[in-house]
């Protein structure tokens, strides 16, 4: 493990990352699921969903095919939530039966989604999630993350919000490419990131679940180290860990850069998870890797 900029980040590390699994296309969406006391995670251009359990150097397969899914989480009632790029949707399923999935949303208007990537559950129950076009099939990623033919019919990519009733709800769409979300420990604000901007915003979010005006939280415009904004997650103290550029960084709640570190692979996303949620697990590219911390993550849908 690499450490740059230290500014506190060591202090909140212990030891050095471990690899769990490897041989994979692209890792994505990792979500730790206390239940089955194991770690689900996506490969996207393997069109598959895959779990692994402690103690194990190897990862059995969950679903498949996935959908080319990407973000993951669960809801309050413990059903698995998954941002799908093929399907172009957000589905629910049954944790024991991930092959009866339905759709949530997959439409905004007339148009299909572009290709959703990234959510989480307020405690509300509301679903707050990303559409870029990653899943988009331009020919120019092989394999693609996404169905052949699959193209853009939506002129924005755009953040939106699915309520109980089912209503789906457009709530910025002043982006490049949304990517990774994450809401502060008490609800009150949401971090956004745009992975072609290279920047995170920061909104308050309103009693009626919208979003206020946004402000600029982390700006990696001018960093000329690999990485940008992609996944996050915040601590019950509410840092905010993300991956980016130079690795995985953190910042304080009021913006306090602490510092960020890079593993053999670079990580596209993470999550808390483990004994007490203080292991961090990473997916990068091949790879799982995981670290122990010296704080405690929040556990999906327990808010």
Not at 48 to 74: C, F, K
Not at 219 to 246: C, H, N
Request: proline share 5%; hydrophobic share 35%.
């Amino acid at each position: 493990m690499d450490i740059q900029d230290d500014h506190g980040l060591s202090a909140l590390l212990y030891g050095n990352e471990r690899r769990l699994c490897t041989g994979f296309g692209f890792t994505e969406g990792p979500i730790w699921v206390p239940a089955d006391n194991a770690l689900l995670f996506s490969d996207i251009p393997g069109n598959r969903t895959h779990r692994w359990r402690s103690g194990t150097t190897t990862a059995e397969v969950y679903r498949d095919p996935s959908g080319w899914a990407n973000g993951l989480t669960l809801d309050g009632g413990g059903h698995l939530l998954a941002c799908e790029h093929g399907g172009r949707r957000v589905s629910r399923m049954r944790y024991n039966a991930p092959a009866e999935a339905e759709t949530l949303a997959n439409h905004w208007g007339e148009s299909a989604l572009n290709s959703p990537n990234d959510l989480v559950v307020h405690s509300s129950g509301a679903i707050f999630f990303t559409d870029p076009s990653f899943g988009a099939d331009t020919g120019r990623r092989e394999p693609p993350f996404g169905a052949r033919g699959q193209h853009q019919e939506l002129d924005f990519q755009g953040v939106y919000r699915i309520d109980l009733d089912g209503s789906i709800h457009l709530l910025d769409r002043d982006f490049k490419q949304p990517n990774g979300l994450a809401f502060t420990p008490d609800e009150s604000a949401l971090y956004v990131n745009d992975t072609t901007e290279r920047v995170i915003w920061r909104y308050p979010v309103t009693g009626g679940l919208e979003l206020g005006a946004r402000t600029l939280f982390v700006d990696q415009r001018g960093d000329e180290r690999t990485g940008s904004p992609d996944g996050m997650k915040v601590d019950e103290d509410g840092r905010l860990w993300s991956t980016g550029a130079g690795g995985i960084s953190v910042h304080t709640a009021g913006g306090e850069y602490l510092g960020v570190f890079e593993l053999e692979e670079h990580a596209a996303n993470l999550a808390f998870g483990g004994d007490g949620f203080a292991t961090l697990f990473m997916t990068a590219a091949t790879s799982v890797y995981a670290i122990n911390t010296a704080v405690r993550g929040i556990a999906p849908g327990s808010r």
